[in-house]
C-alpha cells in the first residue's frame, strides 16, 4: 500500500454515506436553512380611502398598519421596508417633506405598533413628484438638479429618522447621493443606518410601480439602474462607490433574474447585503406553491443574502412556522 493509498477516503462498501444515512446523524449535523428573522417584508403605505385590496402583500392603509405588523412579529418577521403611496405631487416633490405625510405617519405608525420593529424607509422622489421620476430637475434644460435632488433626499432621510426610521434606503443610484444622506443624518442622527439600492433594469418592478404611481411620466429610469448585461461586474462598481460614501448596508434587486450577482456582491462585500424579492417575482413564486417558496428563499441565503426583502414573507414564515409543529 502507497502512502497515497494509504490517506485516501475510503467509500462504504454498499455506497451509504455515514453523514445522510440515519435520520438521528443528519438531525445532528443539520442546520435550519432559512428562519423567520431572515425575513423582511415590504410595506406599501396606502390612502384610508384607497382600493379596498391588492394582490400584493403588505399594501394596506394607514389604519390597517398595527394589526398587519403584529401580525408580522407574532411570526417572528421583524423588520419591515415602508413604501409610501405619495400625495401633493408637484415637480419639487414637496408632499415628501410635509409634516404628517402618508410615509412619515407609516413609520409611526410601524413604531407604536412593535417598537422593536426595524424600519428602513425608501427616499426617492419617484412617489411624490407629479412627473414620476425619482429625480427633481432643471425648469431650464431639463437636466437632473443634482443639488436640489441631494437636498430632497437628505431632508426625507432626516425627516423620515425622526419620526422613527431605523435605516433610510437611498433608491436612485446617483453618485453623490449617498454621501449626502449620511452627511444629512450625521446632524443628531448619525445611529440611523443608509442602505442603497444595487438595481438593475428589469420588468420585474411592474406591479408596485403600477399600484404605487410611480411609472414616470415620460421615458424611463435606465440611467438610474444597471444595466443587466453588465451587471455582473457594475454591481460591484457599484457597492463599492456606495460604501465609500458611507454605506452601512446594500440592497440587490431584483434576485429572481440576479442570483449570480448577489453570489458576486457576497464574495467582495462584508457589510450586510439585503435580497429583495421584488413585487413582479411574487406572481411567478406563487406558482411554485408554499414549499417552493421556502426553497427559493432559502436559495438567497445560501447566495449570500443577511436579509430576504420579499412580499412572500408572511407566506415563508407561516410554512416554518407549520413546519415546526
Not at 415602508?82 to 410615509?103: E, I, K
Not at 415620460?218 to 465609500?244: I, M, N
Request: proline share 6%; aromatic share 4%; charged share 20%.
Amino acid at each position: 500500500m502507497t502512502a497515497t493509498d494509504r490517506f485516501a477516503p475510503v467509500a462504504a462498501p454498499d455506497g451509504v454515506n455515514p453523514l445522510r444515512a440515519r435520520a438521528a446523524v443528519r438531525d445532528l449535523y443539520a442546520r435550519p436553512t432559512i428562519t423567520p428573522g431572515d425575513l423582511s417584508a415590504p410595506l406599501l403605505v396606502l390612502p384610508n380611502d384607497g382600493p379596498a385590496a391588492s394582490e400584493l402583500p403588505g399594501a394596506v392603509a394607514v389604519g390597517d398598519i398595527a394589526r398587519t405588523v403584529r401580525r408580522w412579529w407574532s411570526l417572528g418577521i421583524h423588520g419591515v421596508k415602508l413604501f409610501a403611496a405619495g400625495h401633493d405631487r408637484d415637480g419639487q416633490a414637496s408632499g415628501a417633506l410635509l409634516p404628517g405625510n402618508r410615509m412619515l405617519a407609516g413609520i409611526e405608525a410601524v413604531k407604536a405598533a412593535e417598537p422593536g420593529m426595524a424600519v428602513t424607509t425608501e427616499v426617492c422622489g419617484c412617489s411624490w413628484t407629479d412627473h414620476g421620476q425619482c429625480v427633481l430637475r432643471r425648469s431650464d434644460d431639463g437636466r437632473i438638479d443634482l443639488g436640489a435632488t441631494f437636498e430632497l433626499m437628505g431632508t426625507m432621510a432626516v425627516r423620515h429618522a425622526e419620526a422613527g426610521a431605523d435605516v433610510v434606503s437611498p433608491t436612485a443610484m446617483l453618485d453623490g447621493s449617498v454621501r449626502a444622506v449620511r452627511v444629512a443624518l450625521n446632524d443628531g442622527h448619525r445611529d440611523v443606518g443608509v442602505n442603497p439600492n444595487v438595481a438593475l433594469h428589469t420588468v420585474l418592478y411592474g406591479p408596485f410601480k403600477q399600484l404605487m404611481g410611480t411609472n414616470p411620466v415620460a421615458g424611463h429610469r435606465r440611467g438610474l439602474q444597471l444595466e443587466p448585461g453588465r451587471a455582473d461586474r457594475d454591481a460591484l462598481v457599484q457597492a463599492r462607490q456606495w460604501v465609500t460614501e458611507g454605506a452601512d448596508s446594500l440592497t440587490l434587486q431584483p434576485v429572481m433574474t440576479a442570483m449570480d450577482v448577489l453570489v458576486r456582491l457576497r464574495a467582495d462585500q462584508q457589510v450586510p447585503l439585503v435580497a429583495y424579492s421584488t413585487s413582479g417575482e411574487w406572481a411567478a413564486l406563487r406558482q411554485l406553491g408554499p414549499a417552493g417558496v421556502v426553497e427559493y428563499h432559502a436559495a438567497l441565503k445560501r447566495a449570500g443574502a443577511d436579509v430576504i426583502l420579499s412580499f412572500a414573507a408572511e407566506e415563508v414564515a407561516r410554512r416554518l412556522e407549520d413546519g415546526r409543529g
